[in-house]
Nanobody
């Protein structure tokens, strides 16, 4: 099993920045792609960004391109999300996810991930 723990959420004004972190433990050698998802009240959980094990292949939702940056440190078993120019519509619970399948294409739906963190709240005030 793999355990994922997110940190770094909080309340920020529109235009501000936050950096989320995800620490993985357990059978971390099995982790391949990793991703950040978010879920706002009454909405589906959506993939914000994802990254392959190598760090070379990434995916960003159109709504966050140019504002969010995903990064990972495999040696430290950590995943980060730098969020800049935050907007009120970015308000959601953010989840870290990990995939063990090693698919060639980085998964961008929740069904492509095997492990999930408990989530961290991000609130952006206008």
């Amino acid at each position: 099993q793999v355990q994922l723990v997110e940190s770094g959420g909080g309340l920020v004004q529109a235009g501000g920045s936050l950096r989320l972190s995800c620490a993985a433990s357990g059978r971390t050698f099995s982790i391949r792609a990793m991703a950040w998802f978010r879920q706002a009240p009454g909405k589906e959980r959506e993939c914000v960004t994802a990254v392959a094990w190598s760090g070379e292949n990434t995916y960003y939702a159109d709504s966050v391109k140019g504002r969010f940056t995903i990064s990972r440190d495999n040696a430290k078993n950590t995943l980060h999300l730098q969020m800049n120019s935050l907007k009120p519509e970015d308000t959601a619970v953010y989840y870290c996810a990990a995939d063990r399948s090693g698919r060639v294409v980085v998964p961008t739906t929740r069904w492509g991930y095997d492990y999930w963190g408990q989530g961290t709240q991000v609130t952006v005030s206008s």
